[in-house]
């Protein structure tokens, strides 16, 4: 048996739409009630019809806690998979494709979806009863399944609604207060920090983000994720036109990950940016090498953490821009051709989904 898990508030807006985008895929609808003050629960009985199943757990502040209970919840209802659904997301399927058939293939126990633009992937489908768990108040994490246990399921994507400015603001807000507390109770685990600068960037608070990405990195861990970090914060030094220091993060995620080759396309722009036109030629090179267009990219394992622009026309726009900057008329015109030519190839790409 197949079971959607939706964690629900006041969310009668958008949980019928998140209900409905799974409801024909899936055996039962769960619903977690955690304090709906609002239609949330007849919407979703509309939409999941005789397919709901709903349980009520007070809401503590915690998401993984919350998440947790969904698949307990799931796996005491007969579930063999809880396939997790938010209200804010929506799930999108290939024609034709069949998830039963799908998960009957797969010896894994965790299952990761894309999102509908390729950038990152989540955990959104586990087998039950569970053997992972869920950990962190916010921006949680699936943990206890080991390498090989996990594959991103291809033939289904989702997409995430967009928040209106002030709703995105106190979430971020809300984010970064529990990540500050969280990050000194677990000043160990880089994961946190992760987050913690990413809800300050997304606030614009550019500084303290590049304080939490840089312990993020030197604390090792996941070697995607660090590098990631080193990433993001020297996108923080760029907008703060701190072009070297942004140069110096991206070579040392290089350093942890010299795969990802969004971070020598950034040291590349930030060369081009900081008038080191040669540099950024350089760079530039290194990151068609690793990138997806005329490179290595595809051979390199990846799980999240992605920007593909970068891994296709992004390296060209620096060099059309770098060769025209040392009078170098004709590698100038073939880095243009190039980039018009990765940037069709990028949109083929997205629209077949890989």
Not at 10 to 21: E, K, L, M, T
Not at 138 to 165: I, M, Y
Not at 327 to 334: E, K, V
Request: proline share 3%; with cysteine.
């Amino acid at each position: 048996m197949i079971i959607s898990t939706t964690l629900t508030g006041s969310n009668a807006d958008i949980i019928g739409d998140a209900i409905a985008s799974v409801v024909e895929h899936v055996d039962r609808c769960l619903v977690i009630d955690t304090g709906a003050r609002d239609a949330s629960i007849a919407v979703a009985r509309n939409a999941a019809g005789e397919k709901l199943l709903l349980r009520e757990l007070p809401w503590k502040n915690d998401f993984a806690a919350a998440r947790n209970f969904a698949l307990q919840a799931a796996t005491e209802a007969g579930g063999r998979w809880a396939v997790t659904v938010d209200t804010d997301e929506r799930l999108l399927f290939d024609a034709g494709f069949d998830l039963r058939a799908a998960l009957g293939r797969t010896r894994s126990s965790v299952l990761l979806i894309s999102d509908d633009g390729g950038t990152y992937a989540k955990e959104r489908i586990v087998r039950l009863p569970a053997t992972v768990q869920w950990n962190g108040p916010t921006h949680e994490v699936l943990e206890g399944h080991r390498t090989g246990s996990s594959e991103t399921l291809t033939g289904l994507r989702f997409r995430e609604l967009p928040k209106d400015a002030d709703a995105l603001k106190r979430k971020l807000e809300r984010d970064v207060a529990i990540l500050k507390k969280y990050t000194r109770q677990h000043a160990r685990q880089p994961r946190w920090f992760y987050y913690l600068g990413a809800s300050h960037q997304d606030l614009g608070e550019y500084a303290a983000a590049i304080d939490a990405y840089r312990v993020c990195a030197e604390l090792g861990g996941w070697a995607e994720e660090a590098a990631w970090a080193c990433y993001r914060a020297a996108d923080c030094c760029c907008k703060l036109n701190r072009w070297i220091e942004a140069i110096h993060f991206c070579a040392a995620g290089l350093a942890l990950r010299p795969a990802t080759a969004e971070l020598a396309w950034l040291a590349g722009y930030s060369a081009y940016k900081a008038g080191r036109h040669e540099d950024a030629v350089a760079w530039s090179n290194m990151a068609i090498a690793n990138g997806l267009y005329e490179g290595q990219g595809a051979r390199f394992p990846r799980i999240s953490f992605r920007f593909p622009t970068a891994l296709y026309e992004g390296p060209y726009d620096v060099l059309r821009w770098a060769h025209k900057a040392l009078g170098q008329a004709d590698q100038a015109a073939s880095a243009e051709r190039k980039f018009e030519q990765a940037r069709q190839a990028r949109e083929t790409a997205s629209s077949k989904g890989s």
